[in-house]
């Protein structure tokens, strides 16, 4: 499976991702600068946290008029796996790919932290080898990560079962006490209606590694590869 | 903009004269500014040269010494580090944000110059008292100014230190280290290139922004020191992000044979010693340099500090090539000038020569002084203090209010403002080890990075804290199971002038360097500051140390978390009770006073040996130095961070019972261990004539300490907790 990071200027998790489907997944894997207009040959693209065009104006809101933007959205429109992380995330959303916006921390302070997630279903292409209201650990580091809907939408969201991810505590409860950003309903993922577009605020290939402190990261991309092969084999 | 003096500039009259005498002439405003700001303190270490030369550089692990923009030792495999701390404590002080900001701005181009990928920033930070609402915006202001900048740019903030004393209520102190990988055959030097290449400016446009900021940096701050915030640059991390990246790639394609950031003193500084390392001239023409204002005098382009830009010296032929690649990630890449065989650095505004003056007396030429030292009357005084007059207290209540002082309580209210796991390297992170470990990809290996200082020590006894600097950095290192390797080191003293601070730089650097001799850790690069006074008077003398460990396993790293009930807690060193300037004396007792306990250095280096041995042979469960706040709040951390809970056992015997529970002396660790190899431990302690004794046993969710069979203690885990955790946040709502 290849697997495509997209790099915009200011971009600082693409090499991070590169290396988790590469050394850890043991995928194929290639940068793809954000001047490039064809994704073509990609079973797979990622757009990594970071700065783009250093969160100038408003985070991802000049990322998405990127060369490579028309291309992304398009592969995203014919099927393709596409996954958001952080910065990735306010691409998606800035690109209408995904719906909502992003707002500042309710402590307006960056954040850095380990959170707990519940994963809400495990019959998406990011979640099968996850289980449904399993609790795992990944670590968040953003300072606009208060994801925010109207209420309509947010209806269509849980109506329509696209929240994949929750903040709650290890428990499980959802509570806005293990909120760590403020989003509405917890909410710290969630995918389109085709569910082959995921954006989601905590970073999986941040805890894809024992030695980085947990491994709960690692099954999302895992999952990603086990769907793939999937269609494959049908 | 009205003409300055060259007084206003920061020259003495003697010092002009000099440059007259040089010169053979009167200067023009141009020239003046150019003498200025490279005979400042900042750029010239007028007052410390002499005193730096006293320290070791050198050793197998050392590639590159001082001299450079940071140093570089070797970890094998062909890998190297690059790191350095630098301070930004005047343009902290009136402007938090961006003077915290473009410090890390500024340590990060160091580190990239030299051709490193940086990939680890740390810092060390002072300040007054939570109390005042001033200090508080100040911490508030620095914290977010670090991690908006670090976290933009990608590199993790995995570490530092924070401290708050009165001392430093209108100085607080920033200093920022950054430590960068690189290839040992990539390492890049500033080495001017041969006569005729070109010389680029490559990066963000030049502004008014900063000017004399190095000036600014070495005077006293006073209530006008206000007036002094444009002297504060302004950072764009962004910029910066892209600069890394344009130009470790002109470093991949072997572009470049020299590589300069500008930072004090901006071009004029940067192209100062770029050309006086060969003794070759320069000639710049400043109508070349992109600029962001219209109307820019020689004199502003020269002295502006404006960030985000290096000065490059292509390789023959290359400039096609270096504009390119720096067109790709949207950056300018101008040729301003030529090296030249004069001697002589040569401002042009066009056809017109506009100042004109010989490199070498720039640097070489700028003076030294050697200044009076003299003991200070409290030195004496504080030593004499006799600490039998103190009355005992409740050790249960001291161990809670310790807990809850800002400089021993959780840290994580500032830390988690930092992106400390971008990279995904980070091993051990901020709070969870006495370093952080870092892994290098594609390798074994991991790399420990801690800085360290405890300055109401050095201000006690410069010459017993400076050695303290060094050993804790060492220890902490050795706790996680790194080989300690070298250091960086930062000087933040008070004017120099004065005789009392004079002797304090003096004593402290001499006991730095004895303890950095002793241990094998030489100092490859640092940053002097000077003037850190107000009206108030001086700050603690503050000589940072930033030290460098290697993990050739990092399998093997070490925590301080107590992890298995019934594992056995061992004191390895010895049993001491001295409790002349520690925490406890000030929390408890409001006194920062008494003899700063003796430091062994044989025994200290003994002591790290058998730490590394032991978490080698996997035999440590955890480790844990004792430094603030003594064994108590050591024990108490291992507790809180492994959320499980210890009996301890001491008999104090002669000794007092506060002063073995709450002793900040050093060469001591606190170490727990499987019952079942013990054996093991015995036999290496035994072998390396380390003192030890078991002092309790893990488990339990409380803290319960007995004295001679008396209890003396018992705090549930949760409760101890939750006053370390929750200090500084409450200070911060």
């Known amino acids: 499976m290849k697997f495509g990071v997209v790099v915009f200027p200011g971009s600082n998790c693409d090499a991070d991702c590169y290396n988790v489907i590469k050394d850890v997944l043991g995928q194929e894997a290639e940068y793809i600068w954000h001047k490039e207009t064809s994704v073509l040959g990609y079973d797979a693209l990622i757009l990594p946290g970071g700065f783009s065009y250093g969160d100038y104006l408003r985070t991802g809101a000049i990322a998405r008029f990127s060369p490579v933007m028309p291309a992304v959205i398009d592969f995203a429109n014919q099927g393709g796996l596409l996954i958001g992380i952080c910065n990735g995330f306010q691409i998606l959303l800035e690109a209408g790919l995904l719906p909502g916006a992003m707002l500042r921390n309710r402590s307006l302070k960056f954040i850095c932290d380990g959170v707990n997630l519940k994963v809400k279903r495990n019959d998406t292409a990011f979640s099968k080898l996850l289980q449904p209201s399993e609790i795992i650990r990944v670590p968040i580091a953003h300072g606009e990560g208060n994801y925010f809907c109207d209420e309509a939408t947010l209806a269509e969201l849980q109506r329509e079962n696209r929240i994949l991810f929750t903040y709650c505590n290890a428990n499980g409860d959802e509570d806005m006490a293990f909120n760590p950003n403020g989003s509405v309903a917890n909410i710290a993922g969630i995918i389109n209606k085709q569910g082959n577009v995921l954006g989601m605020m905590p970073h999986p290939e941040r805890c894809s590694e024992q030695i980085l402190g947990g491994t709960d990261g690692y099954k999302i991309f895992a999952s990603m590869l086990e769907s793939f092969q999937e269609v494959g084999r049908k | ?733």
Request: glycine fraction near 10%; include cysteine.
């Open chain 2, 1 to 733: 903009m009205k003409e300055l003096t060259y007084k206003e500039m920061g020259l003495t009259d003697e010092e002009y004269g000099k440059i007259k005498a040089i010169m053979n002439r009167e200067l023009n405003y141009v020239e003046t500014g150019i003498f200025a700001v490279m005979w400042s303190e900042h750029c010239g270490y007028k007052n410390s040269r002499p005193l730096l030369k006293t320290f070791p550089t050198e050793g197998p692990q050392v590639i590159q010494g001082p001299g450079e923009n940071a140093g570089v030792v070797d970890i094998g495999d062909g890998q190297a580090l690059v790191f350095k701390i630098e301070s930004h404590n005047h343009p902290s002080a009136i402007e938090p944000y961006q003077g915290a900001a473009t410090g890390v701005g500024g340590i990060v181009r160091d580190i990239f110059t030299m051709g490193a990928r940086p990939i680890a920033n740390l810092n060390s930070l002072r300040f007054g008292g939570l109390e005042d609402a001033r200090v508080r915006e100040l911490l508030s202001g620095v914290v977010a100014g670090i991690g908006d900048y670090g976290n933009c740019l990608g590199i993790p903030t995995v570490g530092g230190e924070v401290y708050f004393n009165e001392a430093y209520k209108g100085n607080p102190l920033v200093n920022a280290m950054c430590v960068g990988l690189v290839k040992t055959d990539e390492i890049a030097l500033a080495v001017a290139s041969e006569v005729g290449s070109t010389i680029m400016i490559v990066g963000a446009k030049t502004g008014r922004d900063g000017i004399h900021g190095a000036t600014f940096a070495s005077e006293e701050l006073s209530e006008k020191s206000k007036e002094k915030r444009p002297s504060v640059q302004v950072g764009d991390p962004f910029m910066e992000k892209l600069l890394i990246e344009a130009c470790l790639e002109l470093i991949q394609e072997d572009l470049v044979a020299g590589m300069q950031d500008l930072g004090a003193a901006g071009l004029t500084s940067s192209i100062a010693e770029c050309a006086s390392k060969n003794g070759r001239g320069v000639n710049v023409d400043v109508l070349k340099v992109p600029r962001r204002e219209t109307g820019m005098s020689p004199y502003e382009v020269m002295l502006s500090e404006s960030q985000e830009r290096m000065l490059i010296m292509p390789r023959p032929g290359t400039e096609q090539r270096i504009e390119a690649i720096f067109d790709k990630w949207g950056l300018d890449a101008v040729t301003i000038g030529m090296v030249t065989d004069d001697g002589i650095f040569r401002v042009m505004e066009g056809d017109t020569v506009v100042g004109e003056v010989p490199v070498m007396a720039l640097t070489e030429g700028c003076p030294v002084y050697v200044r009076i030292a003299e003991e200070p009357a409290y030195y004496q005084k504080n030593k004499d203090f006799d600490l039998l007059s103190l009355g005992q207290t409740n050790p249960q209540e001291a161990l809670l209010k310790l807990l809850a002082s800002p400089n021993i309580a959780s840290k994580k209210w500032i830390f988690s403002q930092y992106d400390y796991q971008v990279m995904t390297n980070t091993s051990i992170i901020p709070g969870d080890g006495d370093a952080a470990v870092i892994r290098i990809k594609g390798t074994r290996k991991g790399v420990a990075l801690v800085t360290d200082c405890n300055s109401r020590f050095v201000y006690l006894d410069p010459y017993r804290g400076g050695m303290m600097a060094v050993c804790e950095a060492a220890r902490n290192l050795a706790c996680v199971g790194a080989e300690p390797l070298a250091l960086t080191n930062c000087l933040n003293f008070g004017n120099p002038e004065k005789p009392n601070i004079y002797w304090q730089m003096q004593n402290a650097i001499a006991g730095m360097s004895a303890a950095a001799r002793a241990l094998n850790t030489p100092v490859v690069s640092g940053n002097v500051s000077l003037y850190n006074e107000t009206a108030q008077g001086a700050i603690y003398p503050t000589p940072v140390v930033g030290m460098v460990g290697l993990l050739k396993d990092i399998e093997l790293r070490c925590d301080m978390a107590f992890k298995e009930a019934g594992d056995l807690i061992v004191l390895l060193g010895k049993f001491r009770d001295e409790l002349g300037g520690s925490e406890y004396l000030s929390v408890c007792h409001g006194l920062e006073t008494g003899e700063v306990p003796e430091v062994n250095l044989e025994e200290e280096k003994t002591l790290l040996v058998l730490i590394q041995s032991l978490i080698h042979e996997k035999i440590l469960q955890s480790c844990h130095d004792i430094s603030e706040g003594g064994l108590a709040v050591t024990l108490a951390e291992s507790s809180i961070k492994g959320n499980i809970g210890c009996n301890i056992k001491i008999n104090s015997g002669e000794a007092r019972t506060d002063g073995v529970l709450f002793s900040e002396a050093p060469g001591r660790v606190v170490a727990s261990v499987k019952r079942a190899d013990m054996g093991r431990l015995v036999q290496l302690v035994i072998e390396n004539e380390v003192e030890m004794r078991i002092i309790g046993t893990v488990g339990g969710d409380e803290i319960q300490v007995e004295d001679s069979g008396t209890e003396i203690a018992r705090l549930s885990v949760q409760e101890v907790s939750r006053t370390w955790r929750e200090a500084i946040e409450c200070f911060m709502k």
